[in-house]
């Protein structure tokens, strides 16, 4: 314990110094193991009256420690009797990472070593560049050609006596992280009140065109009854939303494989692709990813029953992920946050719900608006009570779209706060405009798109 404690106050003083005040008694604490280690890691209780909210931060030293306890095995089965010359690889690693003058055996056992370290470092909250920022820190503080061969030995020796590193925590989103699912709330609130509303809607107007074609003439009636009885498709159209947001609840191993079919996904052994299912599987092990060559998109999250889900890649988030690493986490992590909300089973990829809201504004065009002025503007009998009845009609897109717009709006923000919570809005903003960049959309496309996506510039904070 006095050598893991000594040394814990060596690392503080080079890598956190303002935690070097305790750092021996952390150390001490660590080393004991059971509750006090455990304690060390609690980030605090709901807050108590006359006191300062808790949760500030357990610090970084026991994650320093718990990540070196994680590699000790690695570090003391090659790299001791070497000590100089992995300090000097180490080094050099971060300006040229193939330079170095270890063996090949040494060289793996030092990457995997660093992997390790920074795959610990992660689980306990740190984001990709400060994990590994603090991984060669750490490393440079054990090899540094100040310590002796057997000071490092020792250290080694007593961390492996301890109880083994504690297994990466699931980090889950803060209240202040994600928003409600409102896509549910939508859903629901629609099905118990706006459904009732909806069809007293049609009863009011059913009254309403029989009154209006009753005391027209019969050739007018008839023409005033097809436009009218065509546009109701417009009046309907909320009732068909909703019936679409309810499919896609209720048969989501279906949407699976319709969005497989239609955009050749399959699994894949690529090393890209394992990368990426790797870091997937770290923050939701119950999510897969299949991959498809199409290049329209950059990932998309998608039901495969219940309680399963698979994010689709695309070929251009491959290639996001090897020039720019972080933007292309960020892209993941807003798709994994629509799995926590559990909005992949209403909007994800080739969902019939987003679809809808998507050709709402065509479809009352078709049937509805067109149809109505064209025969309004000829001077046609009838033509000013039809013209009546395109002003209520007008009012329907607002009435209709405002409430699953904004949910819609919202779940994608509230996605983008986990992927800004936990890469950063830099990396999210990159991405988005890698996006526009390399796969432009053109105008009609990005005007459907918003009714299911705000504008990046809003959802960037």
């Keep these: 314990m ?49 006191g300062f909210a ?39 690693r971060r300006a040229a990472p193939s330079s170095g003058s270890l063996g090949q055996d040494e060289e793996q056992l030092l990457d995997r070593a660093l992997t390790a370290l920074i795959e610990q470092l992660k689980g306990h909250g740190y984001g990709e560049e400060k994990a590994e920022e603090r991984a060669y820190q750490v490393l440079e503080a054990i090899f540094d050609p100040g310590n002796s061969t057997e000071n490092i030995r020792e250290l080694l020796s007593a961390l492996a006596a301890t109880a083994p590193a ?22 629901i609130a629609y099905l118990l009140v706006g459904m009732p509303g909806l069809i007293h809607d049609w009863i009011r107007q059913a009254d309403a065109y029989a009154t209006l074609m009753a005391n027209s003439p019969t050739g007018v009636a008839r023409n005033a009854g097809i436009l009218l009885s065509v546009a109701t498709i417009a009046q309907i159209f909320p009732a068909l939303v909703l019936l679409a947001g309810i499919l896609s609840v209720l048969q989501p191993r279906l949407n699976g494989r319709r969005a497989e079919r239609r955009h050749a ?44 889900a698979r994010i689709a890649v695309f070929r251009p988030l491959t290639i996001l992920w090897r020039s720019d690493h972080e933007a292309a986490e960020a892209v993941l992590l807003h798709e994994i946050a629509h799995r926590r909300q559990g909005d992949h089973l209403i909007v994800g990829l080739t969902s019939p719900f987003a679809w809808m809201i998507r ?25 000013p009570e039809l013209t009546a009845q395109l002003l209520v009609h007008s009012t329907v897109p607002l009435r209709v779209l405002i409430l699953p717009v904004t ?8 996605a983008d706060r986990l992927a800004i919570r936990l890469r950063g809005a830099e990396a999210l903003k990159r991405a988005l405009t890698w996006q526009r960049r390399e796969a432009p959309a053109g105008v009609v496309r990005r005007a ?14």
């Design 407 to 414: 949910a819609l709006w919202l779940a994608e923000l509230s």
């Design 54 to 92: 808790p949760g500030a931060g357990i610090g970084e030293l026991p994650a320093i420690l718990d990540g070196l306890r994680a590699i000790t095995d690695v570090l003391a089965s090659g790299l001791i009797g070497n000590a100089l010359a992995v300090y000097a690889l180490i080094q050099s």
């Design 166 to 187: 504690l297994p990466p925590p699931r980090r889950r989103p803060s209240p202040g992280t994600m928003l409600p699912p409102w896509l549910w709330f939508y859903l």
């Design 265 to 308: 996904l399959v699994p894949s052994k690529n090393p890209v692709i394992q990368e990426i299912a790797a870091f997937v599987a770290q923050h939701d092990p119950s999510i897969t990813v299949t991959f498809s060559e199409h290049g329209d998109r950059l990932a998309r999250i998608y039901s495969y029953g219940w309680t399963k």
């Design 448 to 461: 459907s798109g918003l009714l299911t996506h705000p504008r990046p510039a809003c959802a960037a904070p």
């Design 2 to 50: 006095d050598i893991i404690g000594a040394w814990s106050r060596r690392l503080a003083e080079r890598i956190v110094p303002h935690e070097v005040d305790f750092a021996a008694d952390v150390g001490h604490a660590y080393a004991a193991g059971g509750e006090r280690r455990r304690n060390l890691f609690s980030s605090g209780r709901p807050s108590e009256a006359g």
């Design 359 to 383: 050709v709402w504004g065509p479809v009352f065009l078709a049937v509805a608006f067109v149809p109505i002025t064209l025969y309004a503007a000829s001077g046609a009998p009838a033509g």
